[in-house]
């Protein structure tokens, strides 16, 4: 399973920004997806996630009620809205998928990351 994200970039704090992931590949079904981020000398951290089918989502603490996390079962594609960001949440964002592949069984999957940088 290939994930290619795209839409990170240079912003400035209090502006919006929508990443993308994509997914592609042969005989695989994603069960859930979600955001990551990392900045240098610091562990990945979960940002937000979703399920497929039933779209349950959660979000880590410090960007509950600015970012949103959506995904297009058909296109197996994920969205992160993400809006009034701030300096903190510059980082490089990854996008992760649990799929299940014929032959593989269930396994994770990682985007190559998008950078995000936001200015005071």
């Known amino acids: 399973v290939q994930l290619v994200e795209s839409g990170g970039g240079l912003v400035q704090a209090g502006d919006s920004l929508r990443l993308s992931c994509a997914a592609s590949g042969s005989t695989f079904s994603i069960k859930a997806m979600g955001w990551y981020r990392q900045v240098p000398g610091k562990q990945r951290e979960l940002v937000a996630h979703i399920t497929s089918g039933g779209g349950r989502t959660n979000y880590a603490d410090s960007v509950k009620g600015r970012f949103t996390i959506s995904g297009d079962d058909a296109k197996n594609t994920m969205y992160l809205q993400m809006n009034s960001l701030k300096p903190e949440d510059t980082a490089v964002y990854y996008c992760?998928?649990?799929?299940?592949?014929?032959?593989?069984?269930?396994?994770?999957?990682w985007g190559q990351g998008t950078q995000v940088t936001v200015s005071s």
């Open positions: 992760n998928a649990i799929a299940m592949r014929v032959g593989v069984g269930v396994a994770d999957y």
